[in-house]
Protein backbone atom coordinates (compact mmCIF):
# COMPACT_ATOMS: atom_id res chain seq x y z
CA UNK A 1 0.00 0.00 0.00
CA UNK A 2 1.03 3.04 -0.97
CA UNK A 3 1.82 5.83 1.62
CA UNK A 4 1.31 10.04 1.70
CA UNK A 5 3.02 12.01 4.06
CA UNK A 6 2.13 15.45 4.38
CA UNK A 7 3.76 17.99 6.69
CA UNK A 8 3.21 20.12 8.00
CA UNK A 9 0.45 18.44 10.25
CA UNK A 10 -0.84 22.05 11.60
CA UNK A 11 -0.12 25.27 10.52
CA UNK A 12 -0.72 29.01 12.27
CA UNK A 13 -0.41 32.28 10.21
CA UNK A 14 -1.52 35.80 10.54
CA UNK A 15 -2.87 37.16 7.48
CA UNK A 16 -1.03 38.48 4.59
CA UNK A 17 2.34 35.20 5.53
CA UNK A 18 2.92 32.97 2.70
CA UNK A 19 3.28 29.09 3.41
CA UNK A 20 3.71 26.06 1.55
CA UNK A 21 2.61 22.29 2.03
CA UNK A 22 4.30 19.33 1.51
CA UNK A 23 2.89 16.22 0.21
CA UNK A 24 5.72 13.01 -0.18
CA UNK A 25 5.58 9.51 -0.48
CA UNK A 26 8.19 6.80 -1.91
CA UNK A 27 6.14 5.55 -4.46
CA UNK A 28 4.82 6.95 -7.73
CA UNK A 29 1.34 8.03 -8.42
CA UNK A 30 -0.67 8.56 -11.34
CA UNK A 31 -2.57 11.46 -10.43
CA UNK A 32 -2.34 13.59 -7.26
CA UNK A 33 -5.47 15.84 -6.05
CA UNK A 34 -5.28 18.60 -3.47
CA UNK A 35 -8.78 19.00 -1.58
CA UNK A 36 -10.00 22.06 1.06
CA UNK A 37 -12.16 20.46 4.06
CA UNK A 38 -13.97 22.69 6.24
CA UNK A 39 -15.38 21.23 9.70
CA UNK A 40 -18.83 19.17 9.51
CA UNK A 41 -18.31 19.34 5.88
CA UNK A 42 -16.70 17.24 2.98
CA UNK A 43 -13.87 17.47 0.71
CA UNK A 44 -13.70 20.15 -1.92
CA UNK A 45 -11.91 19.11 -4.76
CA UNK A 46 -9.53 21.77 -5.74
CA UNK A 47 -6.88 20.61 -8.45
CA UNK A 48 -5.91 17.80 -10.27
CA UNK A 49 -1.86 16.87 -11.05
CA UNK A 50 -1.10 14.26 -13.23
CA UNK A 51 1.64 15.38 -14.82
CA UNK A 52 5.50 15.29 -13.43
CA UNK A 53 6.59 18.40 -13.15
CA UNK A 54 3.11 20.38 -13.56
CA UNK A 55 2.07 23.32 -11.97
CA UNK A 56 -1.15 24.79 -12.05
CA UNK A 57 -2.36 27.66 -10.38
CA UNK A 58 -5.44 28.67 -8.35
CA UNK A 59 -5.94 32.37 -8.01
CA UNK A 60 -3.24 32.79 -4.58
CA UNK A 61 -2.62 28.85 -4.69
CA UNK A 62 -0.28 27.63 -6.74
CA UNK A 63 0.15 23.57 -7.03
CA UNK A 64 3.33 21.95 -8.18
CA UNK A 65 3.34 18.19 -8.77
CA UNK A 66 7.25 16.70 -8.66
CA UNK A 67 9.32 15.50 -11.52
CA UNK A 68 9.03 11.65 -10.50
CA UNK A 69 5.33 11.98 -9.47
CA UNK A 70 6.22 10.79 -5.92
CA UNK A 71 5.16 14.16 -4.35
CA UNK A 72 3.21 17.76 -4.33
CA UNK A 73 3.16 20.59 -2.34
CA UNK A 74 0.53 23.51 -2.14
CA UNK A 75 1.82 26.75 -2.12
CA UNK A 76 -0.19 29.87 -0.47
CA UNK A 77 0.74 33.24 -0.79
CA UNK A 78 -0.70 36.05 0.98
CA UNK A 79 -2.88 34.27 3.20
CA UNK A 80 -6.23 35.22 4.26
CA UNK A 81 -8.52 33.96 6.83
CA UNK A 82 -10.91 32.59 4.25
CA UNK A 83 -8.19 30.57 3.85
CA UNK A 84 -8.39 28.36 7.05
CA UNK A 85 -9.57 24.64 6.77
CA UNK A 86 -7.84 21.38 6.28
CA UNK A 87 -5.68 20.38 3.38
CA UNK A 88 -5.70 16.92 2.38
CA UNK A 89 -3.18 15.75 -0.48
CA UNK A 90 -4.89 12.53 -2.26
CA UNK A 91 -2.57 10.35 -4.92
CA UNK A 92 -4.17 7.46 -6.84
CA UNK A 93 -3.22 4.09 -6.71
CA UNK A 94 -2.68 1.50 -9.27
CA UNK A 95 -3.41 3.83 -12.47
CA UNK A 96 -6.44 6.16 -13.05
CA UNK A 97 -9.34 3.97 -11.71
CA UNK A 98 -7.53 2.99 -8.67
CA UNK A 99 -8.46 4.06 -5.26
CA UNK A 100 -7.55 7.09 -3.44
CA UNK A 101 -4.72 7.41 -0.81
CA UNK A 102 -5.22 10.36 1.69
CA UNK A 103 -2.56 12.15 3.35
CA UNK A 104 -2.90 12.71 6.94
CA UNK A 105 -3.68 16.31 6.54
CA UNK A 106 -2.63 19.82 7.06
CA UNK A 107 -4.48 21.99 9.57
CA UNK A 108 -4.26 25.46 8.39
CA UNK A 109 -5.24 28.40 10.83
CA UNK A 110 -4.92 32.30 9.33
CA UNK A 111 -5.60 34.63 12.02
CA UNK A 112 -6.88 38.59 11.05
CA UNK B 1 -21.02 20.21 -11.77
CA UNK B 2 -19.88 17.44 -10.52
CA UNK B 3 -22.35 17.31 -7.40
CA UNK B 4 -22.70 14.72 -4.88
CA UNK B 5 -25.54 14.87 -1.77
CA UNK B 6 -25.75 12.98 0.88
CA UNK B 7 -28.91 12.35 2.80
CA UNK B 8 -29.29 13.14 5.62
CA UNK B 9 -26.68 15.31 7.40
CA UNK B 10 -26.94 14.35 10.71
CA UNK B 11 -28.86 11.57 12.60
CA UNK B 12 -28.91 10.51 15.99
CA UNK B 13 -30.02 6.80 16.75
CA UNK B 14 -30.32 4.54 19.57
CA UNK B 15 -28.27 1.75 20.33
CA UNK B 16 -29.32 -1.53 18.45
CA UNK B 17 -31.21 0.18 15.71
CA UNK B 18 -29.77 0.59 11.96
CA UNK B 19 -29.69 3.34 9.43
CA UNK B 20 -29.24 3.97 6.19
CA UNK B 21 -27.52 7.02 4.37
CA UNK B 22 -27.95 7.96 0.74
CA UNK B 23 -25.37 9.45 -1.03
CA UNK B 24 -26.16 10.61 -4.70
CA UNK B 25 -23.86 12.14 -7.69
CA UNK B 26 -26.34 14.90 -8.58
CA UNK B 27 -24.97 15.84 -12.25
CA UNK B 28 -23.52 12.94 -13.62
CA UNK B 29 -23.30 9.08 -13.58
CA UNK B 30 -20.98 7.67 -10.99
CA UNK B 31 -19.39 4.26 -12.19
CA UNK B 32 -18.17 4.33 -8.62
CA UNK B 33 -18.82 5.40 -5.47
CA UNK B 34 -16.88 5.54 -2.06
CA UNK B 35 -17.46 5.36 1.62
CA UNK B 36 -15.26 6.81 3.82
CA UNK B 37 -15.20 7.51 7.53
CA UNK B 38 -13.76 10.34 9.49
CA UNK B 39 -13.20 10.81 13.25
CA UNK B 40 -12.38 13.87 14.64
CA UNK B 41 -9.13 16.17 13.70
CA UNK B 42 -8.16 12.71 11.37
CA UNK B 43 -7.80 11.83 7.79
CA UNK B 44 -10.44 10.22 5.64
CA UNK B 45 -10.50 6.66 5.85
CA UNK B 46 -11.88 4.47 3.09
CA UNK B 47 -14.37 1.69 4.59
CA UNK B 48 -15.79 0.25 1.19
CA UNK B 49 -15.75 0.60 -2.84
CA UNK B 50 -18.69 -0.30 -4.81
CA UNK B 51 -19.79 -0.24 -8.48
CA UNK B 52 -22.82 0.18 -9.65
CA UNK B 53 -24.71 -3.60 -10.24
CA UNK B 54 -21.97 -5.94 -8.43
CA UNK B 55 -21.11 -6.39 -4.81
CA UNK B 56 -18.78 -3.69 -2.63
CA UNK B 57 -15.45 -4.55 -1.95
CA UNK B 58 -15.05 -3.34 1.56
CA UNK B 59 -11.14 -2.53 3.36
CA UNK B 60 -9.75 -4.39 5.64
CA UNK B 61 -10.96 -4.37 9.25
CA UNK B 62 -14.50 -2.84 7.82
CA UNK B 63 -16.98 -5.43 8.40
CA UNK B 64 -19.23 -5.86 5.61
CA UNK B 65 -22.36 -7.59 7.64
CA UNK B 66 -22.24 -4.61 9.67
CA UNK B 67 -21.71 -1.98 7.25
CA UNK B 68 -24.13 -2.77 4.10
CA UNK B 69 -23.86 -1.06 0.53
CA UNK B 70 -25.84 -1.13 -2.18
CA UNK B 71 -24.89 1.12 -4.96
CA UNK B 72 -28.04 -0.18 -7.42
CA UNK B 73 -27.93 2.89 -9.77
CA UNK B 74 -25.52 5.23 -11.32
CA UNK B 75 -26.64 7.71 -9.27
CA UNK B 76 -27.43 6.28 -6.14
CA UNK B 77 -25.38 4.57 -3.84
CA UNK B 78 -26.61 3.27 0.30
CA UNK B 79 -24.83 3.07 3.13
CA UNK B 80 -26.58 1.29 5.94
CA UNK B 81 -24.98 0.66 9.69
CA UNK B 82 -26.85 -2.04 11.49
CA UNK B 83 -27.37 -2.83 14.91
CA UNK B 84 -25.60 0.35 15.38
CA UNK B 85 -23.34 1.21 18.65
CA UNK B 86 -21.33 4.28 20.09
CA UNK B 87 -18.64 2.89 18.79
CA UNK B 88 -20.17 3.45 14.76
CA UNK B 89 -20.37 7.30 16.08
CA UNK B 90 -18.48 9.23 13.20
CA UNK B 91 -18.26 11.41 10.33
CA UNK B 92 -19.35 9.21 7.35
CA UNK B 93 -18.62 10.57 3.97
CA UNK B 94 -19.52 9.43 0.69
CA UNK B 95 -17.43 10.33 -2.70
CA UNK B 96 -18.24 9.28 -6.59
CA UNK B 97 -15.98 8.89 -9.29
CA UNK B 98 -17.53 8.94 -13.08
CA UNK B 99 -16.83 8.53 -16.57
CA UNK B 100 -13.86 6.33 -18.26
CA UNK B 101 -10.57 6.72 -18.74
CA UNK B 102 -8.07 8.99 -17.46
CA UNK B 103 -10.85 10.25 -15.14
CA UNK B 104 -9.31 10.40 -11.49
CA UNK B 105 -10.86 12.73 -10.02
CA UNK B 106 -13.85 12.09 -6.81
CA UNK B 107 -16.15 14.41 -5.89
CA UNK B 108 -17.54 14.16 -2.32
CA UNK B 109 -20.63 14.53 -0.58
CA UNK B 110 -20.87 16.72 2.43
CA UNK B 111 -20.85 14.23 4.56
CA UNK B 112 -23.78 12.53 7.29
CA UNK B 113 -22.63 12.66 11.02
CA UNK B 114 -23.84 9.69 12.95
CA UNK B 115 -24.50 9.80 16.61
CA UNK B 116 -25.61 6.18 18.00
CA UNK B 117 -26.54 6.57 21.70
Known amino acids: TQLLEQSPQFLSIQEGENLTVYCNSSSVFSSLQWYRQEPGEGPVLLVTVVTGGEVKKLKRLTFQFGDARKDSSLHITAAQPGDTGLYLC????????????FGKGTKLSVKP | GAVVSQHPSWVICKSGTSVKIECRSL??????MFWYRQFPKQSLMLMAT?????????EQGVEKDKFLINHASLTLSTLTVTSAHPEDSSFYIC?????????????FGPGTRLTVT
Open chain 1, 90 to 101: AGAEGGSQGNLI
Open chain 2, 95 to 107: SARGGTGGTYEQY
Open chain 2, 50 to 58: SNEGSKATY
Open chain 2, 27 to 32: DFQATT
